[in-house]
């Protein structure tokens, strides 16, 4: 009888030692910044050197309004201002902005990964002619 209770007291602390799994939480990925192009591609190729974007920059802010300055190159909206939005706070696929003089609203899907332990922008996105992709990649610029 002693040999079978501490045979189930055995198995019943084997059993308990069973790993438990850490269930990771994805972040909310903070696109409230002003960006800056750190590298364009068309039709997956580098087209950086070639187009003058010194002065692009894109401020998506916390009341989900977006400013654009020095846009002179193709991009999804050509209006100064308006509001934003994405898919999912947590696993965005989508960017959308809303030109704040149109109810029309332009869509590019994006991705948020990070470089160099910063947080990138990439937007794609194809401006009237749908046969030109481009990806816009986007640094933060530091306040």
Known sequence: ????????VLMAFIASCTP???VLAEPVKDLNATWRIADITRNAVDITAYVDSAGF???LSGDKTY???GNNIPFLVNTASG???SDD?????????TPTDSTTSYTGSIATPVSGGQ??????FSPGCYSNTYIYTFEKMNP
């Open 83 to 85: 509001t934003w939005s």
């Open 119 to 124: 947080r990138t922008l990439s937007i794609t």
């Open 1 to 8: 009888m002693r040999k079978i209770f501490l045979s189930v």
């Open 67 to 69: 400013t654009l300055e």
């Open 20 to 22: 438990k799994k850490e």
């Open 89 to 97: 706070p947590q696993y965005p696929y989508n960017l959308t902005l």
């Open 57 to 59: 920059r894109l401020t």
